[in-house]
């Protein structure tokens, strides 16, 4: 059974940066993807970033050129750094996996996702 633990989240300061963590505990097998996804109050979930075993990103449009996230395959952690934190940033992050490689449209919805973890949450203070 697959089960995803998640962590780095806390209080942060705009401008700063923070490292979310995502570590399989479990057995998933080659080949499989996975993914950020996060939430804020009163909205709907919507994908961060998502990688591929073989390597392949996917990122959102309000991440690029403010992150480094990768996948280390030898013991299946994703990470995320988010830089120049900004307060649309304050969220509930959650880390998803399934099976398989995702596509160009498939990688955003949250349905191709099997395995999901609690979520950590990230907020800023005032």
């Known amino acids: 059974q697959v089960h995803l633990i998640e962590s780095g989240g806390g209080p942060a300061k705009v401008g700063g940066s923070l490292t979310l963590t995502c570590e399989i505990s479990?057995?998933?097998?080659?080949?499989?993807?996975m993914a950020w996804f996060r939430q804020s109050s009163g909205k709907e979930r919507e994908a961060v970033a998502a990688i591929y075993s073989a390597g392949r990103t996917k990122k959102a449009d309000f991440v690029k050129g403010r992150n480094r996230f990768s996948l280390d395959t030898s013991d299946v952690t994703m990470s995320l750094q988010l830089d120049n934190l900004k307060p649309e940033d304050a969220a509930t992050y959650f880390c998803a996996a399934r099976l398989g490689r995702f596509s160009d449209s498939s990688w955003a919805d949250s349905a191709h996702y099997t395995y999901w973890g609690q979520g950590t949450q990230v907020t800023f203070s005032a």
């Open positions: 479990g057995v998933i097998y080659d080949p499989y993807s």
